[in-house]
């Protein structure tokens, strides 16, 4: 089992080709996320900055016991959640300065993730906000293991 390691801005992940795989499975079109956030060019590479910094989480989700459904709906959620962050991107362009880790944790909170626009209902809100939960909690767990750093 050889291993893959990626240089990022902000540091090294170190991947399996076995966790490359499950998560090629588990997420087909995830090289494609950058284009479908896209509204412009510049939003290519954030976007697959974004991809970069969610695929540790998505990786956890795989180990967990979750069914398949709630696995999907986890995955769809962090698409969701990415294409938000774009979005945020485009309509402060100051936030284009910060780090996507930065910004992504930003939109975070205890209580769930951003208001989503073209609103949806009170309830894919809050399946939406239940996937930005865990996100968060992992992130916080990364954080304290020192394994992430967020910077301002």
């Not at 080709?17 to 087909?28: A, E, T």
């Not at 991809?51 to 989480?57: A, D, G, N």
């Not at 999907?72 to 969701?80: E, L, T």
Request: glycine share 6%.
């Amino acid at each position: 089992m050889s291993k893959e390691i990626k240089k990022g801005s902000k540091g090294v992940i170190v991947t399996e080709d076995n966790d490359v795989c499950r998560l090629l499975q588990f997420c087909p079109d995830i090289e494609g996320w950058p284009t479908s956030w896209a509204g412009e060019e510049i939003d290519i590479t954030p976007g697959r900055e974004i991809v970069e910094f969610l695929k540790p989480f998505l990786l956890y989700l795989l180990t967990t016991k979750l069914s398949p459904k709630t696995l999907r709906r986890y995955r769809d959620h962090m698409w969701k959640l990415g294409g938000e962050v774009i979005g945020s991107l485009n309509d402060d362009p100051s936030l284009r300065r910060k780090p996507v880790e930065k910004v992504i944790f930003d939109l975070l909170e205890e209580e769930g993730g951003p208001l989503i626009w073209p609103q949806i209902t009170e309830q894919q809100q809050d399946a939406f906000d239940a996937s930005c939960r865990r996100l968060y909690r992992f992130l916080q767990t990364v954080i304290d293991k020192d394994k992430i750093i967020l910077k301002n």
